[in-house]
T-cell receptor, first 114, second 115 residues
């Protein structure tokens, strides 16, 4: 079945540091890939997405590129801020099976210190 | 507008109570979802409604009863819950499969405490 493996957390960085959160996936169909962010006490917000190989999703300074050859969708940001502290979930939706199920990674808790 | 609203924001109930969670979206989405999220875990899918019909039930206990009165509304009726059912309950919606987009948009959640 489908699966998503995310970098273990928690991750603690200083403000303005470079961020990478690794995400790799296994899917049998044609997945779309997503990054969701969850701030403390809130629901999930869609951060970015990519629907086919070599697509790059970007939003709020975050980027991730759909790499089919390495089955990866790593999240990056050049200079993090304290306000980026949250839990980040990588997820996939395998459209090839015609269903709407999202498969989530375990989440990575990110803390940015001033 | 990509807003999904959920009420109430917080709910405390006893094990003999009956309560309902409500979810609403006005984006014209035709698929709606209920998820359960425990602390420090990813969301777990409970139910999917597609075109107002239940399409996926992830073997959820019968004390959880979903209802989709129309394409904009999704309810989750709760009865005789257990303390281990305490969690954040998230609603999500997505456009129809025919539109080519399966991106799910989440609401803020209802934080449920069962005493």
């Amino acid at each position: 079945g489908d699966s998503v493996t995310q970098m273990e957390g928690p991750v603690t960085l200083s403000e303005e540091a470079f961020l990478t959160i690794n995400c790799t996936y296994t899917a049998t169909g044609y997945p779309s890939l997503f990054w969701y962010v969850q701030y403390p006490g809130e629901g999930l917000q869609l951060l970015l997405k990519a629907t086919k190989a070599d697509d790059k999703g970007s939003n709020k300074g975050f980027e991730a590129t759909y790499r089919k050859e390495t089955t990866s969708f790593h999240l990056e940001k050049g200079s993090v801020q304290v306000s980026d502290s949250a839990v980040y979930f990588c997820a996939l939706s395998d459209r090839g099976f015609g269903n709407e199920k999202l498969t989530f990674g375990t989440g990575t808790r990110l803390t940015i210190i001033p | 507008d990509t807003e999904v609203t959920q009420t109430p924001k917080h709910l405390v109930m006893g094990m003999t109570n009956k309560k309902s969670l409500k979810c609403e979206q006005h984006m014209g989405h035709r698929a709606m979802y209920w998820y359960k999220q425990k602390a420090k875990k990813p969301p777990e899918l409970m139910f999917v409604y597609s075109y107002e019909k239940l399409s996926i039930n992830e073997s959820v206990p019968s004390r959880f009863s979903p209802e989709c009165p129309n394409s904009s509304l999704l309810n989750l009726h709760l009865h005789a819950l257990q303390p281990e059912d305490s969690a954040l309950y998230l609603c999500a919606s997505s456009p129809s499969r025919a539109s080519g987009s399966e991106t799910q948009y989440f609401g803020p959640g209802t934080r449920l405490l069962v005493l």
